[in-house]
Nanobody, 127 residues
Framework: QVQLVESGGGLVQTGGSLRLSCVVS????????MGWFRQTPGKEREFVAA????????GYRGSVKGRFAISRDNAKNTVFLQMNGLKPEDTALYFC????????????????????WGQGIQVTVSS
């Protein structure tokens, strides 16, 4: 059973920064493309950022480009999401997810592409 443990969320003022971390148990991590998604009540889960298994390619939703950065440390089975310039509209429950069937150089933005998920961590940005 794969386990994902997210950390780093919390309450921050507009313009502030947070760094989310997601630790994945087991060797599955190194062959997985990883993604971050977010969800607010009553809305569908939406793509935020993703990174290929080899870390060579990344993708972002338009509204976070230039503010957020996804990275990974395969030696520590960890994926990060550095969030700068946070806005109230970034407030959401953030989820880490993995795609173990990924090709090594690709990232994925569809929810259905991911086979394992974390429990989510709250990020709240006050105005």
């Amino acid at each position: 059973q794969v386990q994902l443990v997210e950390s780093g969320g919390g309450l921050v003022q507009t313009g502030g920064s947070l760094r989310l971390s997601c630790v994945v148990s087991g060797p599955i991590f190194s062959r997985s493309a990883m993604g971050w998604f977010r969800q607010t009540p009553g809305k569908e889960r939406e793509f935020v950022a993703a990174i290929a298994a080899d870390g060579g390619a990344t993708g972002y939703r338009g509204s976070v480009k230039g503010r957020f950065a996804i990275s990974r440390d395969n030696a520590k089975n960890t994926v990060f999401l550095q969030m700068n310039g946070l806005k109230p509209e970034d407030t959401a429950l953030y989820f880490c997810a993995g795609n173990s069937a990924a090709t090594r150089h690709n990232w994925y933005e569809r929810v259905i592409s991911y086979g394992y998920w974390g429990q989510g961590i709250q990020v709240t940005v006050s105005s």
